[in-house]
């Protein structure tokens, strides 16, 4: 008796991790699901815009531009700060909404690199993520200890990019660049991991498809940022 209740115990803890596992992956897809799309309207928005002179000088030769260099960062903050509060809904509206904003502000990138640049750099930013992300998803070391070191070298980079700013610097930016892609480099396997560690089987619909798009826009942030770091290292640029 005592033996086939062992067997039972054992046979409903492997169907749970099964459909943990199970889970998990569908909500893995989600993220990079949410990401890609993302991604792709960030492209199609600054593609668009760096087409049109009139546009491009209604936008960043005005004070427009300051609005929107800075609408992305605040549409960041809104999300990690009100999405608890938000419907479902609201949240994709708000990613979506995000995601153009980010496309608009990386407009200039076409008209300062040519595009084969920029293809260049992107397949190899592509697979550079694949790589880390994969590597922070199935690797059982706990990456927790990096974060610290991580989040010091993300705070270095901005300050020093706002000191770049006024006082711009060849040397300065070439130290930026490189910092920049190891650490988000870094953050890329470190937010896979989080995200994966941050999967509960128990939340709602609702519940997991907003804890999916703050995974997605982690790991957008981390696409985004290595991939100009690596274009300001490898791209051509025509000025």
Not at 210 to 235: C, E, P, Q, V
């Amino acid at each position: 008796m005592a033996f086939g209740q062992n067997r039972q115990v054992i046979s409903r803890a492997g169907a749970t991790a099964a459909d943990i596992d199970v889970g998990l992956r569908a909500y893995m897809l989600k993220v990079y699901t949410y990401m890609c799309f993302g991604l792709a309207l960030s492209g199609a928005a600054a593609f668009a815009i760096s087409t049109s002179p009139t546009l491009i000088s209604a936008i960043f030769t005005t004070p427009l531009k300051w609005v929107v260099l800075f609408a992305p960062v605040a549409m960041v903050f809104f999300l990690s700060f009100r999405i608890h509060r938000m419907s479902f809904a609201s949240a994709q509206l708000a990613f979506w909404v995000y995601a153009g904003l980010m496309g608009i502000s990386l407009a200039p990138i076409f008209l300062v690199y040519a595009g084969a640049d920029i293809t260049r750099v992107f397949l190899i930013t592509s697979g550079a993520f694949a790589g880390l992300s994969l590597y922070g998803y199935t690797t059982k070391r706990d990456l927790t200890a990096f974060g610290s070191f991580l989040a010091i070298g993300l705070f270095g980079i901005i300050i020093a990019s706002l000191v770049n700013i006024f006082i711009p610097s060849t040397a300065l930016s070439f130290g930026i660049s490189v910092v920049g892609v190891l650490v988000f480099a870094g953050l890329t396997a470190y937010d896979t991991q989080k995200i994966k560690e941050y999967y509960y089987a128990g939340d709602d619909a609702e519940t997991q498809g907003k804890t999916a798009i703050m995974g997605a826009l982690s790991l957008y942030l981390d696409f985004i940022n290595l991939f100009l770091m690596l274009l300001r290292l490898l791209g051509n640029n025509r000025s």
